[in-house]
C-alpha cells in the first residue's frame, strides 16, 4: 500500500503524521483545491472570499471531523472559525445518519501538550467551541 499526504506547511504534516498513529481515526483526508471542499466567509477587512479547512477526519464512530490546524494565527481565523461552526450547525441540521464537528488545533498547543488520540484532540482544543 502507497500512502501519501501533501501539506501546506510542515505543522500539517506533523499532524497529519499524529492521525496516522490514531487509533480512533478511521481515515482522513487532506483538503485541498482539487478536492473543492470550501465555505466562502467574510474577511476581517470585510471582504468575501473562500476558506479550504485543513482536513476531513472520520472517526471510528462515524463522526466526521473538519480540522484546521494553525502554526501562526493571523486576522482572518476568528471569522473563518465562525463560518465553519455555522457549515456544521447546517449540516447537522439537515442531514441523517453522520454527525459533523469541526476542531481548531495550533501548533504551540499541540506540541506543549502532545495529545495521544483525536479524542484527546477533541477534549483538549476547545478554543473556539460554543
Given at each position: 500500500m502507497f500512502n501519501r499526504t501533501i501539506g501546506d506547511s510542515g505543522f500539517e504534516l506533523e499532524f497529519a503524521a499524529f492521525m496516522e498513529r490514531c487509533d480512533d481515526v478511521a481515515a482522513y483526508a487532506k483538503n485541498y483545491l482539487a478536492v473543492q471542499f470550501k465555505l466562502d466567509y467574510v474577511q476581517a477587512n470585510g471582504e468575501l472570499s473562500n476558506y479550504f479547512p485543513d482536513f476531513l477526519v472520520k472517526l471510528v464512530d462515524g463522526r466526521i471531523i473538519i480540522a484546521e490546524t494553525k502554526g501562526q494565527e493571523d486576522m482572518d481565523v476568528a471569522p473563518k472559525i465562525k463560518r465553519l461552526r455555522q457549515w456544521c450547525e447546517d449540516v447537522n441540521r439537515?442531514?441523517?445518519g453522520r454527525m459533523y464537528?469541526?476542531?481548531?488545533?495550533?501548533?504551540?498547543?499541540?506540541?506543549k501538550y502532545k495529545p495521544r488520540t483525536f479524542t484527546?484532540?477533541?477534549?483538549?482544543?476547545?478554543?473556539f467551541e460554543g
Amino acid at each position: 500500500m502507497f500512502n501519501r499526504t501533501i501539506g501546506d506547511s510542515g505543522f500539517e504534516l506533523e499532524f497529519a503524521a499524529f492521525m496516522e498513529r490514531c487509533d480512533d481515526v478511521a481515515a482522513y483526508a487532506k483538503n485541498y483545491l482539487a478536492v473543492q471542499f470550501k465555505l466562502d466567509y467574510v474577511q476581517a477587512n470585510g471582504e468575501l472570499s473562500n476558506y479550504f479547512p485543513d482536513f476531513l477526519v472520520k472517526l471510528v464512530d462515524g463522526r466526521i471531523i473538519i480540522a484546521e490546524t494553525k502554526g501562526q494565527e493571523d486576522m482572518d481565523v476568528a471569522p473563518k472559525i465562525k463560518r465553519l461552526r455555522q457549515w456544521c450547525e447546517d449540516v447537522n441540521r439537515v442531514a441523517t445518519g453522520r454527525m459533523y464537528d469541526f476542531v481548531f488545533v495550533d501548533q504551540v498547543a499541540f506540541e506543549k501538550y502532545k495529545p495521544r488520540t483525536f479524542t484527546d484532540v477533541l477534549a483538549a482544543f476547545t478554543r473556539f467551541e460554543g
